[in-house]
């Protein structure tokens, strides 16, 4: 029941505030491994969270893990989503359309400090990979993160940053904290997050 109302009961990635204020937080995150799919969401029948059931797949949150040990991942929160620079035509792979590509990833259990020590996905397009220490700038917001209301959080946190002499160097992630299938819209926790120096 509590996941109905938003309950995170999984394990989330940890990290230090670096500056907190009415509007916004700047977070240091430690690094991770990730597991992640990059996309063109027209393959996936228009579904821009497409990405979702190959990562799911892998962890064995459907079944049997998809993994060359078959072995069960744990699930973690958020699922972070971001768009993916466009494929040069010279690359074998094309986006289909004027669109950009979508990279979705899981975040892997702490018990996961390199790659090496994680079990290899049998699909190929999924990738396991070592994230570095990174910084964030974050605004925290309950709801549906629709295009709209994601662009106006993104907007305000980039102008925020700025403003505070922070350095951008990146797009936007989106971090949804809650299964959407699950949670009432009203009590679904998202992210917006942006990299910054």
Known sequence: MGMVFGKIKVATPKYEIIKSTMDYEVRKY????????????????????????LL???IGAFGNPKNTKQQPIAMTSPVITKKSEKIDMTVPVVTKNEGTLVTMQFIL???????EE???PLDERVV???EAERKYGVVTFSGVASDE???????KLRKCL?????????????AR??????TLPMFRTNEVMIPVE
């Not at 430690?30 to 059931?53: E, H, L, R, W």
């Not at 259990?109 to 790659?115: G, L, N, Q």
């Not at 700025?162 to 989106?174: A, I, R």
């Open 177 to 182: 904290f809650n299964p959407p299938w699950i």
């Open 56 to 58: 799911a797949s892998y």
């Open 30 to 53: 430690f690094p991770s491994v990730i597991a992640q799919v990059t996309y063109d969401p027209s393959d996936m029948k228009g579904d821009k969270d497409g990405g979702f059931s």
């Open 109 to 115: 259990p702490e018990e996961y400090k390199k790659v």
């Open 118 to 120: 994680t079990p290899k």
């Open 128 to 130: 396991v990979r070592e």
């Open 162 to 174: 700025e403003k505070d002499g922070f350095k951008v160097v990146g797009d936007f992630v989106l």
């Open 149 to 155: 209301v994601v662009e106006g959080k993104v907007g």
